[in-house]
């Protein structure tokens, strides 16, 4: 039997604070001292890039903000990155919010990448921020079945007299659409992807992947895999970020946790065995 | 001028509720409490402010320059106050079983489509391809696999021989499903915690870690006193 000077019995009645104060440690130490460690690029996040750069000059491209403030540590570098990429591919790009936090996301993204938005002179000829259309599911079938629906922005412009909505009368003129979401992308696949055929590229938290994989890559052209995604598009369109600057603290309290599970399955064993039958 | 300290007072801020919030951790208390009140208000407000300009703008404007079409919706959803009344409930259920018909109306008949047929077709795959192994053991594992998992889930039948041997297989499959999924969510929240911590060192909020670290240790002492004198008066 464990007695409490045996490591095993310490072992299991650790302060779970003691983790924390580690794993906090794991985290914080290498985003001041950072390692250097080489970042992969993954296959999902290739053909992201690779299907972006194939776009021609003009295309549209819808990016949907179904994100929250909860996962904009994740969520936010992947678009920061990706609509930098769009912004040099000279692509017009769309955002829209079906998330009511989604359209201050999407105004901080044209605010770094552009420099500013609706005060932008191009704001409304290549990119625009319509806002949040309530309603969930039904609100994206109807947004993707006639895009003017909405009336004004989320500045409160009227967005009929805005360019780049002109030549839209249905998701069919939409080359691209971005889910950024932290919630599910089937609602996507199933108003825009099976009915109107848009390819979808998923900018989606490392939580929601395991949902994403089966539509890759009949559906979903492409994915970024939460922060991890984020640095290996920032790597691609040459642009290191927050996401690739927190690299070395995700490895390192990785690397933590699977100290963490060794030693306590270890710690399991040895009790187990040492059990009396 | 003005907007440089708006943008400072700001990350104080987010660095001051993130450390308000991250209290808990050492245990529940009041100023975590009070961070979660906070966001839970704040993003509450913020949704209900941007709901409301929604409608405003999408549909009682158009209502006051002569589209009557949008009265239909806006008196059907304020019939949704009457959740509040006991005397007239049932006009409440008029507009809610609207929203729950559309809804599964539209969410139904999609669905069938890309998580059945789709999925289904998704899955007749080749069992051998030439000169490709990789993507060989590739489909084996995908059909094997679903077979396998929906076979596990068969409880009409005792299952012996091979649907056993194949039940047991996508039983596995199911156990590094969830693996899979474990890790995916650790490294998710470990993302958020790198989100975090990049925020406090932002200047001014780096100015709060050493306040949290002296706070810290303060709680830390004081619970230790507060262990040692019971002790000493149940000796004595």
Redesign the interface.
């Known amino acids: 039997m464990a007695t409490e000077k045996d490591w095993t019995h310490k072992l299991a009645t650790i302060d779970p604070?003691v983790i924390?104060l580690l794993?906090?440690i794991s985290?914080?130490a290498p985003?001041?001292m950072p390692f250097g460690l080489p970042v992969g690029i993954s296959p999902p996040t290739t053909s992201t890039f690779k299907f972006i750069e194939g776009l021609p000059s003009g295309s549209l491209v819808v990016s949907a903000f179904d994100m929250?403030?909860?996962?904009?540590?994740?969520c936010y570098p992947q678009v920061a990155a990706f609509t930098t990429h769009l912004k040099n591919k000279n692509l017009k790009i769309i955002e829209v919010a079906f998330d009511?936090?989604g359209?201050m996301f999407a105004d901080q993204a044209l605010r770094d990448v552009f420099g500013a938005s609706k005060d932008h002179p191009l704001y409304g000829k290549n990119f625009i921020n319509l806002?949040?259309?309530?309603g969930?599911?039904?609100a994206m079938?109807t947004f993707a079945g006639n895009p003017k629906?909405?009336?004004?922005d989320f500045y409160?412009k009227d967005v009929k007299d805005l360019e780049i909505m002109q030549p839209l009368s249905s998701a069919r003129d939409f080359k691209l659409l971005i889910v950024i979401s932290g919630s599910q992308v089937?609602?996507f696949?199933?108003?825009f992807?099976?009915?109107h055929g848009v390819p979808i590229v998923g900018a989606v938290?490392?939580?929601l992947?395991?949902r994403v994989m089966?539509y890759y890559p009949?559906?979903v052209v492409g994915y970024l895999?939460?922060?991890?995604g984020a640095a290996e598009y920032e790597q691609l369109v040459k642009r290191p970020g927050?996401a690739l600057?927190?690299m070395d603290?995700?490895s390192a309290?990785?690397l933590l946790?699977i100290i963490f599970i060794i030693v306590g399955n270890v710690g399991y064993i040895v009790r187990k065995t040492r059990r009396p039958s | 001028m003005i907007g440089l300290d708006a943008r400072l007072v700001g990350i104080l801020l987010s660095g001051g509720l993130t450390l308000m919030a991250y209290s808990f951790l050492y245990r529940e208390n009041r100023v975590s409490r009070i961070a979660e009140h906070i966001y839970l208000g704040a993003a509450t407000g913020y949704g209900v402010v941007l709901s409301a300009k929604y409608v405003y703008d999408n549909a009682a404007v158009p209502l006051a320059k002569g589209n009557t079409f949008w009265a239909i919706p806006l008196l059907s959803s304020l019939l949704l106050y009457f959740y509040f009344s006991k005397k007239h409930f049932w006009l409440y259920r008029l507009p809610t079983a609207a929203i729950i018909g559309v809804g599964t109306g539209i969410v139904v008949a999609a669905d069938f489509r890309t998580r059945l047929t789709e999925q289904i077709k998704a899955t007749l795959l080749p069992l051998f391809v030439a000169n490709d192994p990789y993507n060989t053991v590739n489909n084996l594992i995908i059909v094997f696999g679903v077979l396998g998992a929906l076979i596990f889930f068969y409880f009409s039948k005792e299952l012996k021989g091979p649907t056993r041997t194949l039940a047991d297989f996508g039983k596995y499959i199911l156990m590094v499903t969830f693996g899979a999924s474990f890790g995916q969510t650790f490294m998710a929240r470990i993302s958020l915690i790198i989100g975090r911590v990049q925020s406090l060192y932002i200047w001014p909020a780096s100015i709060l870690l050493p306040l949290a670290a002296v706070l810290v240790g303060v709680a830390i002492a004081w619970d230790r006193r507060k262990q040692r004198t019971p002790r000493v008066s149940a000796g004595k």
Request: glycine content about 10%; proline content about 7%; charged content about 15%.
């Open positions: 604070r924390f794993l906090l985290v914080a985003l001041l929250s403030a909860a996962v904009a540590p994740e009511s936090a359209p806002g949040y259309i309530a969930g599911e039904a079938k629906v909405i009336q004004k409160g089937d609602n696949v199933r108003q992807g099976d009915p938290t490392a939580v992947v395991t089966p009949a559906k895999n939460g922060l991890r927050i600057a927190g603290a995700q309290a990785h946790v």
